[in-house]
């Protein structure tokens, strides 16, 4: 009969967590990690609301802007039928 084969001891699985045994997160830390979560949502909903209405701005203002360039910086200054009328 063979003798029987030794095999290499397994390791113990760390703890997860902040190096404690259990595991657990300490309330302080959720409220935190709540907080944060919390700040990101915001943030993500005032960029998202900040970009869609600067699309909007850049949408309607950029003729209203050329028409404003235009009569600025003309030297015989149109009034602003001529610079509407297509003529």
């Given at each position: 009969m063979a003798p029987p084969t030794r095999s290499s001891p397994k390791p113990k699985p760390k703890p997860r967590g902040l190096g404690r045994k259990g595991g657990t997160v300490p309330?302080?830390?959720r409220a935190e990690a709540a907080a944060a979560r919390r700040?990101?949502?915001e943030?993500?909903?005032?960029s998202t609301w900040a970009l869609n209405t600067a699309k909007v701005v850049a949408h309607y203002g950029f003729v209203p802007?050329?028409?404003a360039?235009?009569?600025v910086?003309?030297?015989?200054r149109p009034s602003l039928f001529q610079l509407l009328t297509p003529v």
């Amino acid at each position: 009969m063979a003798p029987p084969t030794r095999s290499s001891p397994k390791p113990k699985p760390k703890p997860r967590g902040l190096g404690r045994k259990g595991g657990t997160v300490p309330p302080a830390s959720r409220a935190e990690a709540a907080a944060a979560r919390r700040s990101a949502r915001e943030w993500e909903l005032w960029s998202t609301w900040a970009l869609n209405t600067a699309k909007v701005v850049a949408h309607y203002g950029f003729v209203p802007l050329v028409i404003a360039v235009g009569v600025v910086k003309s030297d015989p200054r149109p009034s602003l039928f001529q610079l509407l009328t297509p003529v």
